[in-house]
């Protein structure tokens, strides 16, 4: 399966960007899909992720009620909806997918196996 990142860009402190990352190969709904982010100097740090299935979602503690990910299984995409967003929030953010990924390693980057190529989100304050 390929990932494509798409929607980062600049915005100002408090606005709101979408994220999308489009799956090839299969079928999304086969994937836990996962959003990443990593600030320079920093260590890759777990965002958001959809369970295969659309079964449940989940969320870092630092973006929790700010951001939501949803699906959309017909169009093979996983959007990432940033809402209220901090300087802290900049970052190049990846989305990541696996198949057979348990829900206690969800957070974890090394458990997955296909990687998007990333999009830089800035934000100014």
């Known amino acids: 399966v390929q990932l494509q990142a798409s929607g980062g860009g600049l915005v100002q402190a408090g606005g709101s960007l979408r994220l999308s990352c489009l799956t090839s190969?299969?079928?999304?709904?086969?994937?836990?899909v996962s959003w990443f982010r990593q600030a320079p100097e920093k260590e890759r740090e777990f965002v958001a992720a959809?369970?295969?299935?659309?079964?449940?979602?989940h969320y870092g503690d630092a973006v929790k009620g700010r951001f939501t990910i949803s699906r959309d299984n017909a169009k093979n995409t996983v959007y990432l909806q940033m809402n209220s967003l901090k300087p802290e929030d900049t970052a190049v953010y990846y989305c990541?997918?696996?198949?057979?990924?348990?829900?206690?390693?969800?957070?974890?980057?090394?458990?997955?196996?296909?990687w998007g190529q990333g999009t830089l989100v800035t934000v100014s304050s």
């Open positions: 990541a997918a696996d198949a057979g990924i348990i829900l206690s390693s969800i957070r974890i980057p090394r458990y997955y196996d296909y």
């Open positions: 190969g299969r079928t999304s709904s086969s994937y836990t």
């Open positions: 959809s369970r295969r299935g659309g079964t449940s979602t």
